[in-house]
């Protein structure tokens, strides 16, 4: 599949009239978060991980989001001070457990654990989790179905939505400090903005793309 935004790397705006020196620190902090788990164990990650491999399939040619690190980062600033959803407990303590009770479904399925599941395999169990199917004690204290729809589906994509190569993906410019955006109304876009690519227009948006704002 064509890229939608060809040339465009919202990095190109880092020392540009765009961002100001706050924005360029929050920037940094999120391409620097270890790749290694800091809150999680090894075998909690290694579920995580398999986890947003799927719930995210992320497109070959570039470098990944580090989707796991980023909830991992998120989970050890505020994992029992951040939110808690009724009848969950903490965000941090709902993660493990679920993240346990998800691999010893896996185990009790296929006798091996989740991260070692195929595609089909995988994407069968996290069904049945988003239907709120898995039941017995493990699930007790995250209701697989709650848990799927308030916790899982949100951390993963809204890690992945804000890591800068995300960004680039989409065609968008990054935190609006200290610039701002003007044109808000729909399928208006400042000058400064990355242009999509349709037909023809592609190779005219990899040339706009390469400008520095």
């Not at 040619?61 to 989970?75: E, N, Q, S, W, Y």
């Not at 998800?102 to 995988?122: K, M």
Request: proline share 9%; with cysteine; aromatic share 10%.
């Amino acid at each position: 599949m064509a890229e939608r935004f060809p040339g465009y790397d919202v990095l190109s705006k880092r020392a540009g009239l765009s961002w100001n020196d706050v924005t360029r620190r929050a920037v940094d902090l999120r391409l620097a978060v270890p790749r290694e788990p800091r809150f999680f164990t090894m075998a909690e990650w290694a579920v995580l991980e398999r986890v947003c491999s799927r719930i995210l399939p992320q497109p070959a040619g570039r470098p990944p989001v580090p989707i796991a690190a980023l909830i991992d980062a998120k989970m050890l600033t505020y994992g029992e001070t951040g939110t808690r959803i009724e009848p969950m407990p903490w965000d941090g303590e709902a993660w493990k457990l679920a993240l346990a009770a998800l691999d010893g479904q896996a185990d009790s399925v296929h006798h091996r654990g989740f991260a070692t599941l195929d595609d089909e395999a995988a994407d069968a169990l996290l069904g049945a989790m988003q239907r709120g199917e898995p039941s017995g004690p493990a699930w007790a204290r995250v209701p697989p179905a709650l848990f799927f729809a308030k916790r899982l589906l949100p951390d993963i994509t809204e890690a992945y939505y804000g890591h800068p190569t995300a960004w680039s993906e989409i065609g968008f410019g990054g935190p609006a400090s200290p610039r701002g955006y003007v044109r808000m109304d729909t399928n208006r876009h400042d000058p400064w903005e990355a242009e999509e690519a349709k037909g023809d227009n592609i190779a005219k948006a990899r040339r706009h793309n390469r400008y520095v704002g």
